[in-house]
């Protein structure tokens, strides 16, 4: 099993930064694909970025392309989301998950088997 953590939500002016942090415990996580999606009020979860158990491969959802990265930290037992130039469109709980499957840049929810309980992020105008 794999325990996922989310941290770093909070409120932001549009145009600000902020970096949030998905840590797991457990099994090693160095070995599992993480993704981080976003859910709204009222819609869709939705993807945002995948990468690979080594940190090599990653993909990112268009809607935040060039202006959100997903990385690994040193230990390899966090991922992060860097999140610049947020938008109000950029508001939502944000989830991080995983899987322990070999790399596909999964961007259904059934893709994954782990879920944090997420963290909110609130841009505003």
């Known amino acids: 099993q794999v325990q996922l953590a989310e941290s770093g939500g909070g409120l932001v002016q549009a145009g600000g930064s902020l970096r949030l942090s998905c840590t797991a415990s457990?099994?090693?996580?160095?070995?599992?694909?993480v993704a981080w999606f976003r859910q709204a009020p009222g819609k869709e979860r939705e993807f945002v970025a995948t990468?690979?158990?080594?940190?090599?491969?990653?993909y990112h959802a268009d809607s935040v392309k060039g202006r959100f990265t997903i990385s690994r930290g040193n230990a390899k037992n966090t991922v992060y989301l860097q999140m610049n130039s947020l938008k109000p469109e950029d508001t939502a709980v944000y989830l991080c998950a995983a899987r322990g499957s070999s790399w596909y840049p999964s961007q259904q929810r059934s893709g994954y088997d782990y879920w944090g309980q997420g963290t909110q992020v609130t841009v505003s105008s």
């Open positions: 990468i690979s158990g080594n940190g090599e491969y990653t």
């Open positions: 457990g099994r090693t996580f160095s070995t599992y694909t």
